[in-house]
């Protein structure tokens, strides 16, 4: 369940940078939000009100970040993979896009999460181009929805610290043959000699796994 839209998102970041997440007109009307409109911007707020993710302080007429709303992207209560996860599920994002708006100040810990979320299969990276330079791009894959489909279910913001296990390793393999089947840069001999490199990697890992599990039965015995 998407708990945001993206001008949600663009509004809550907004109040997320200011000093006590408040925002008012004026902080507005020099952001990129400008270009809405105001009725588009004022149906918004509204809206926001209405989940009690922000609330109208009437003595400044200012609008302040609600706790809820600080909770979904922004607490440090909340561990950062569950915090990508639920970014992707409203906008695909690059590193740089996730810094600025979940207010992290260094590459290394997103990088960690990524990659953890990637081996889990839950969310992929692909290259696009973006402000006219390529850069990867992260997306969130069925899997990762299923798991905060579940997280939102529970009703709780209690996450346990290490990354949930899902679908893995053998859920990127197929994603990364179903990329390389449907390429159209690729010529038909690259494609092959790809997918022969792909299905050489999960028969090592299928028998990497094999003789894990054997190990296991002659300890135990």
Known sequence: MR?????????????????GGRINESAIEHSALSRLGVGRILDALASLRDRDLLRLDK????FVMTDTAHAILWSDSIPLWAR????LEIRSCGIVDMMAILRIGRHGPLEEALGGL???GFVMAAPQ???GSPQKVYEILPEGIERMDVISKEGSCTYASQIPKGPGTHNLINEIERI???SRTMSADERRAVLQKVSGLRDMIGASHAESATGAGTDES
């Open 59 to 62: 003595d400044s007429g200012s």
């Open 118 to 120: 990637q081996r889990e």
């Open 129 to 131: 181009i973006r402000d």
């Open 3 to 19: 708990m945001l839209g993206t001008i949600d998102l663009e509004i809550l970041q907004l109040a997320a940078a200011a000093a």
């Open 180 to 182: 390389v089947s449907a």
């Open 84 to 87: 990508i996860l639920r970014l």
